[in-house]
């Protein structure tokens, strides 16, 4: 299963912009679910996870308080709803999941998750 993140866009610093990213056919009882971002140059870092079961969330602390992570068990779709954005939030953005909690994913490297796929471009215009 390829994961497929949508919503990505061209914004103005300050503005606000909504991901999602469903996972179709996964039983994700056990799984954190969560977004992590690649700049130009840069590696993949973590941004935020929630718990699918029990919606407990983690964030980096570079979005702590302008990121929101939220999912809708009814559609299997993870979203992350971003807020005062800034030009260091340009990135590549993608969604993953693995059997693990959202303090640990965040810890993981991206290419050790159980599933992951096709990012979308986010860019923050100064």
């Known amino acids: 299963v390829q994961l497929q993140a949508s919503g990505g866009g061209l914004v103005q610093a300050g503005e606000s912009l909504r991901l999602s990213c469903t996972l179709p056919?996964?039983?994700?009882?056990?799984?954190?679910v969560g977004w992590f971002r690649q700049a130009p140059g840069k590696e993949h870092n973590f941004v935020a996870a929630i718990a699918w079961s029990r919606e407990i969330s983690y964030y980096a602390d570079s979005v702590k308080g302008r990121f929101t992570i939220s999912r809708d068990s009814a559609t299997n779709t993870v979203y992350l709803e971003m807020n005062t954005l800034k030009p260091e939030d340009t990135a590549v953005y993608f969604c993953a999941a693995r059997r693990t909690s959202p303090q640990t994913m965040a810890r993981l490297p991206y290419y050790s998750m159980n599933y992951r796929g096709k990012g979308t471009q986010v860019t923050v215009s100064s």
């Open positions: 056919g996964l039983t994700l009882t056990t799984y954190a």
